[in-house]
């Protein structure tokens, strides 16, 4: 199955709780530190541009309207911390693009942290709970991830999660227009018989 199943899916709480990161619903204290980390240059430098409060604000309420209504979708992500909530760190998660992709229906992989926290293998421990949740509670096959050519930087993350490249697959994403440096993006993608034992 390359899609999840549209009916909602509940997922154990247990499965998004990691050593160090929890994945977790949208709360209305996530809207200001995620609009922060919206309106970084840095952090969205693969993105067409930085987006501001009210446009970040609505992305935080469809992700969270996603997962009230499927029961999974892009989590936000805290640091974990026993008994006690963690600072929010940036989002995490599956989602069926809309858009009409060479590759559709498919399933992908997507993270987003905000910069101080980038370089500790954090956004590496939450895609692992994510693929795990896709494979074991939404019984996919295969799950998917793309970004634009030059984004080292995910390209390595997909690498170490043992998603494999083909360019063969590379695309011209529909969403960016003709021209653009981000327009061609490189497809990975993870099978279910192919992920590895343990992701560190």
Known sequence: MTTAD?????????????????????????????????????TMAWFLSTMDRAASDAMAQRCQ?????????????E????????????LCGLNQPAWPLPFAPCV????????????????????????????????LDEIVAFTAVANQRSRTLMARLGMTHD??????HPAVPAGHPLQ?????????????????
Not at 81 to 87: E, I, K, M, S, Y
């Open 79 to 90: 640091l974990a911390a026993a008994g006690a909530d963690g600072p929010f760190i940036g």
């Open 108 to 139: 992908e992989i997507g993270w987003r942290l905000a910069r101080p926290w980038w370089g500790r293998g954090l956004a590496a421990e939450a895609a692992a709970l994510a693929l795990q949740v896709g494979f074991d509670e939404l019984g």
């Open 167 to 172: 360019e063969e697959d590379d695309f011209d």
């Open 184 to 200: 061609r993006h490189v497809l990975y993608r993870l099978a279910r018989g192919d992920r590895p034992g343990q992701w560190t």
């Open 65 to 77: 309207a996603l997962i009230d209504a499927q029961g999974w979708g892009f989590w936000a992500v």
């Open 6 to 42: 549209a009916r909602r899916t509940a997922i154990d709480p247990a499965r998004l709780q990691g050593p160090r990161v929890r994945l977790r619903p949208w709360r209305p204290e996530d809207l200001a530190p995620f609009a922060a980390m919206s309106a970084d240059a840095q």
